[in-house]
């Protein structure tokens, strides 16, 4: 694909951040099931739901400038969610996991939310002022399982794992 101005550069980072979400929502069942926390599980599960509501948005921006998701693989997403399924075949204590689900669960947030918050400011940029106020729901949500997760780590995983 030719890049040749912003709003090619838009529908390319759609693309990208759509295969991450669904790269996501496919290991995060995993995740839930390896965890020994029940605030860890629930918060993952609980964004598990959350990221199901942000394809659908993608899907809503994307149908807006006669896109669809198809035809791309998000090479990033893909060696995040590679390193954190790694993880689970660590011999490692339960505790200890679950320091590290949250590691690489905010490896993965990260990422969402640098992709997002390019993402708004592109549409913005361009006059998509829909797919902008859709897309900063998004980042807002990723923001608030980032602080989530360092919630969970800071006040219940984090100590028993030391």
């Known amino acids: 694909m030719e890049l040749t101005d912003l709003q090619q550069l838009f529908v390319h980072e759609l693309k990208d951040i759509y295969s991450a979400e669904h790269q996501i929502l ?18 993952l599960e609980n964004h598990r739901q959350v990221t199901e509501k942000q394809v659908e948005r993608l899907e809503t921006v994307l149908a807006g400038i006669d896109e669809d998701g198809r035809g791309q693989r998000c090479k990033g997403m893909e060696g995040l969610l590679e390193e954190g399924s790694s993880l689970l075949k660590e011999d490692a204590t339960s505790q200890v996991l679950d320091a590290g ?18 993402l708004v400011s592109f549409a913005r940029r361009l006059g998509h002022t829909n797919a902008a106020h859709l897309l900063e729901q998004s980042l807002i949500e990723e923001k608030e399982a980032d602080l989530k997760l360092t919630e969970v780590a800071e006040f219940y995983v984090n100590n028993l794992a030391a």
């Open 26 to 43: 496919k290991a995060l069942p995993k995740l839930i099931k390896a965890t020994s926390n029940d605030e860890l599980s629930t918060a």
């Open 101 to 118: 689900i949250i590691a690489a669960a905010q490896k993965v947030e990260h990422y969402e939310i640098a992709a997002y918050g390019t």
